[in-house]
């Protein structure tokens, strides 16, 4: 790419960058370095004033909390439900899609809007019309086969949080295979067929890998947003009943804005922002590969 | 004095060296091709007389002014892009005014030139569409209307055929000869197509891995290839080259005059093909190419690819035995490092 | 017998090769048609549930069994339209939306024009970088910013989440930006400068027309993101500057019949973004999967 190199220019380039890489810097370390800080000092926001020296003790307390290893445990069976459930689900969805058919259009509009609704509506639109065991669709259904009603949220809410976020998140996963199956190369499936194979194989053998790029985008990006899963679990089960539905986020939510426990509840943010570091290591080395 | 001179114009990019010192001297009206293989600068080359890359070292001077540092935009020159460049939102007409626009000139004016050039170019009636509904050729018309309009020192030409398909490539090569002599500008055109090279240049520079090998006009250049690396690149098909050693009967044409551990080399209308044995040296024919003007007779000559040219068709076949004789006063003779030596 | 003209007919347009073509080999059509329309049908139905619902009336709402057909009624949209808090409510979710995109806008585009037209060799690792911190949960980031709007008197204010809204989406604006700025063949920009544009006209007569298209699948994106944002929009702020998001929240402990009124109010609340979400389709999936996915 050509570009005059004079040095009037290389400041240009430096100011118009300025305004984005400040404000990004800023909100990326500032809120950082407090974490840490508040991390190391006893500092209670119904006390304030009162900052002493905690060391680990906040980290210790975060760990031995009751709820903690119940909210590492449901936050890793939340992510890897949600992510197994769009990821199958999407690929054949993808699959079944991505070939015309009459009303294709309509139905990838269908498909899609999950994903747009707003998380608060959909965690209601959940809680009261499907899954309420007196009034809601699924208490019908449930009746029309002879069956008790099942009371979601008091005895599954770990299942119904997970299907409110799967039903939310398929469209996502469902988007992005469709967009990269309408990049298979048709001339190689051709070539398979001329030399003889079926269906199965060409899936196997050349869908599956073509689709292996998207899919570790999908369940990566999905970690990341899926680790900060909140506004479901805040509206339906507040991250009950006990902690049965609590996920990480929750859980540092609770210390800081409900016990206001700053010093703890940063400790606890600092182990999901060191998670979420890890997987996005690896997500940004994979986008730094298709970047030029 | 010349138009345009280059001095010692060398460009590099980090370690890469580019373009590794060109000295070159072009008249006001000639049209100069800069020809070559993938790689060996000519694009590059033309993008430093543009400005569009900066020149590591070396001096550019235009009617007397020394352009080396300036920006494009001030070189008063005007580029015709291999893939026309032209502004996706402009109608035609917006495009080939734009570089007035920018210099404040009157509509008045711009609305004159601008016509004069679409009726030179044939575009008249497309002045208001945008380039999305133009054919590949009319866009390439579009492009160059857009040269035209500004009345340049130098038209630079980079690669402005490749895109299109060979029926129309052929005609608007004729229409660029054309409009040179019709405007007689100053004019650089890089491709890598010699037929274009050899069609419509004054004078040919042969470049290779950035430097200049040779330059001539056309048929210099085809009658005497300063090297073995022009004359192969020079002439369709290439010249047959073979080492002294391998047709003794073929070295002996030339007189002793070429080395032991040189090349002789000569072009496939040197070469005549009889059936059967006799005159010359015996081969094998391996193909026959019949393209109606011409006939093109592939030979093997013991392990060695020879290919004649004549101008009859020929009732050989691959496989017949042939004799193969060689025209002595069409011999070019190179030394070992491929230096040509005067030819016979 | 044939002519040689009707065994080979010339073929006049592209698509007559086209409708020749094969079928894929998954699935039948008539197969795939039925299993497509129902998925679609089924996962759309928690949808679908909520928009016939918004025209019942309460008792039609609760009814058991579920009511399929009735009589519609706008009653709904009426008392939601009529309480000052749901109008007050909007007018945040749209003011913060709207600002934190023309801002978010104000601050990428620059950056991204920059990237793209003056690249170097840290380019890439400061797009990854910015990339990068869209990538932290925001619970990290809680603490330090409640505590922070907390000093400076801006909780429950409708700036800090514009600013938070701002920060969030502008990793995915610079690059989308970027991107549609990269589309724009570099031979044009080489082309106006040749004909004698500076760059500051370079950038008004070529690259902003040919670039309105992305900034405006950016800003739409952006606005998608913003109006449904949930965890800043029921931490940092209340009554005063409670975005629908908090407002719909607030709902979360029945309080008797109300479903039809809150099928209305979530509806009129995600409607426009559900519509926008299927004209943005492929912008989100370039913005939200950074470009991996082709």
Redesign the interface.
């Known amino acids: 790419?050509?570009?005059?190199?004079s040095s009037n220019?290389r400041l240009?380039?430096?100011a118009?960058?300025a305004?984005?890489?400040g404000?990004?810097f800023l909100?990326?370390i500032?809120?950082?370095c407090?974490?840490i800080y508040?991390s190391l000092v006893n500092y209670n926001?119904m006390q304030p004033g009162e900052k002493t020296f905690a060391g680990l003790d906040n980290f210790t307390y975060f760990i031995t909390d009751p709820d903690f290893w119940p909210a590492v445990w449901n936050t890793l069976v939340l992510i890897g439900s949600v992510i197994g459930i769009t990821v199958v689900l999407g690929v054949l969805?993808g699959?079944?899609?991505?070939?015309p058919?009459?009303?294709?259009g309509?139905?990838?509009?269908?498909?899609?809007?999950?994903?747009?609704?707003?998380?608060?509506?959909n965690?209601?639109?959940?809680?009261?019309?499907?899954m309420n065991p007196?009034?809601g669709?699924l208490a019908?259904l449930w009746?029309?086969f002879g069956l008790t009603p099942v009371d979601w949220l008091t005895d599954w809410p770990l299942l119904s949080v997970i299907i409110m976020v799967a039903?939310q998140w398929?469209?996502?996963a469902c988007?992005?295979f469709i967009?990269?199956l309408q990049?298979l190369d048709r001339e190689q499936?051709e070539a398979a067929?001329m030399d003889g194979s079926?269906?199965f194989q060409?899936?196997f053998y050349l869908t599956v890998p073509h689709l292996a790029?998207?899919m570790a985008?999908?369940i990566m990006?999905e970690m990341?947003f899926l680790?900060?899963i909140?506004?479901e679990i805040?509206?339906?089960t507040s991250g009950g009943p006990g902690n049965a539905s609590t996920n990480?986020?929750f859980l540092?939510?609770k210390q800081?804005?409900m016990n206001f426990d700053?010093g703890v509840?940063?400790a606890g943010?600092?182990f999901?922002?060191i998670f979420?570091?890890i997987?996005?290591f690896f997500?940004?080395r994979?986008?730094?590969k298709?970047?030029d | 004095m010349a138009y345009l001179q280059l001095h010692q114009i060398k460009k590099s990019f980090d370690d890469a060296h580019i373009i590794k010192g060109v000295d070159l001297e072009i008249q006001k009206g000639e049209f100069i091709v800069f020809v070559g293989p993938s790689g060996c600068g000519k694009s590059t080359l033309l993008r430093l007389i543009a400005g569009l890359e900066q020149i590591t070292s070396g001096n550019l001077l235009l009617d007397g002014r020394d352009i080396t540092y300036a920006p494009s935009g001030k070189r008063d020159l005007a580029m015709v892009f291999q893939s026309y460049a032209l502004y996706p939102h402009m109608s035609v007409f917006d495009n080939m005014s734009f570089a007035l626009k920018l210099a404040n000139v009157s509509k008045d004016e711009i609305k004159t030139k601008v016509q004069r050039a679409a009726e030179q170019l044939n575009l008249t009636k497309y002045l208001d569409h945008t380039p999305k509904q133009l054919s590949g050729g009319q866009r390439q018309r579009v492009a160059i209307g857009r040269a035209i309009v500004r009345a340049p020192k130098v038209f630079l030409f980079d690669e402005p055929l490749s895109n299109l398909d060979a029926a129309l490539r052929g005609n608007t090569r004729v229409e660029i000869h054309k409009l040179h002599v019709a405007l007689g500008a100053t004019t650089i055109y890089v491709t890598h197509d010699q037929v274009e090279a050899m069609t419509l240049a004054d004078r040919v520079v042969v470049l290779r891995d950035g430097l200049i090998e040779q330059v001539g006009s056309p048929l210099e250049l085809y009658d005497r290839p300063a090297n073995q690396f022009v004359a192969q690149f020079i002439g369709m098909p290439s010249m047959n080259m073979l080492p002294a050693k391998a047709i003794p009967s073929f070295s002996a044409a030339t007189g002793g005059r070429l080395p032991a551990d040189g090349f002789l080399g000569v072009r496939p209308e040197g070469l005549r093909v009889r059936a059967g044995t006799g005159r010359g040296v015996d081969g094998k024919v391996e193909l026959v190419e019949a393209l109606g003007s011409d006939t093109l007779i592939h030979v093997d000559v013991g392990g060695l690819q020879l290919i004649a040219r004549q101008n009859e068709r020929t009732s050989l076949q691959s496989g017949d035995d042939v004799a193969v004789e060689l025209d002595p006063s069409v011999l070019h003779l190179f030394n070992r490092e491929g230096r040509s030596l005067a030819a016979a | 017998m044939n002519t040689v003209a009707q065994q080979n007919p010339v073929v006049s347009s592209p698509t007559q090769f086209a409708v020749q073509k094969p079928p894929s080999q998954f699935l039948p059509v008539a197969l795939r048609t039925a299993g497509a329309w129902i998925v679609a049908l089924l996962l759309f139905f928690p949808l679908g549930w909520l928009f016939l619902t918004a025209f019942k009336t309460e008792q039609q709402a609760i009814s058991v069994p579920p009511l399929f057909l009735f009589a519609p009624t706008l009653e709904n949209f009426h008392e939601v339209n009529s309480r000052s808090d749901y109008l007050l409510h909007a007018m945040n979710s749209l003011i913060t939306s709207l600002g934190s995109t023309i801002l978010g806008l104000a601050i990428a585009a620059p950056a991204a024009y920059s990237m793209a037209f003056f690249r170097t060799k840290k380019t890439r690792d400061i797009l990854l970088w910015m990339l990068s911190t869209k990538m932290m949960p925001a619970v990290g980031a809680l603490l330090p910013i409640y505590v922070m709007a907390q000093t400076a008197g801006m909780l429950d204010s409708v700036s800090a989440l514009i600013i938070v809204f701002t920060l969030s989406n502008l990793p995915i604006m610079v690059w989308m930006l970027y991107t549609s700025y990269k589309d724009i063949p570099p031979e044009i920009l080489e082309a106006a400068r040749m004909d004698g544009a500076t760059l500051w006209k370079e950038f008004r007569h070529v690259v902003l027309p040919l670039s309105v298209g992305g900034m405006a699948s950016t800003g739409l994106l952006c606005l998608v993101l913003s109006w449904n944002e949930a965890f800043w929009s029921l931490n940092l702020v209340a009554a005063k500057a409670g975005t629908l998001a908090t407002l719909i929240a607030s709902y979360s402990s029945p309080e008797g019949l109300f479903w039809a009124k809150l099928s209305a109010a979530s509806l009129l609340a995600i409607a426009p973004i559900v519509i926008f979400g299927w004209f943005s389709q492929k912008q989100l999936v370039q913005g939200l999967t950074f470009g991996a996915v082709k």
């Open positions: 790419m050509s570009s005059p190199s220019t240009l380039p430096r118009l960058m305004p984005a890489i404000t990004l909100w990326m500032v809120p950082l407090m974490t508040f926001l969805l699959l079944l899609v991505n070939d058919f009459p009303g294709r309509i139905v990838r509009v269908l498909l899609i809007s999950p994903f747009f609704v707003m998380p608060a509506v965690a209601l639109l959940w809680k009261h019309m499907m007196n009034y669709v019908d009746r029309n039903w398929l469209p996502f988007l992005i967009t990269s990049s499936m067929r079926n269906a060409r899936f790029r998207p985008v999908v990006i990341i680790l900060s909140f506004a805040f509206i339906t990480m986020t540092i939510y800081s804005l700053v509840a940063s943010a600092l999901a922002v979420a570091n997987v996005s997500l940004v994979m986008v730094g298709n970047l």
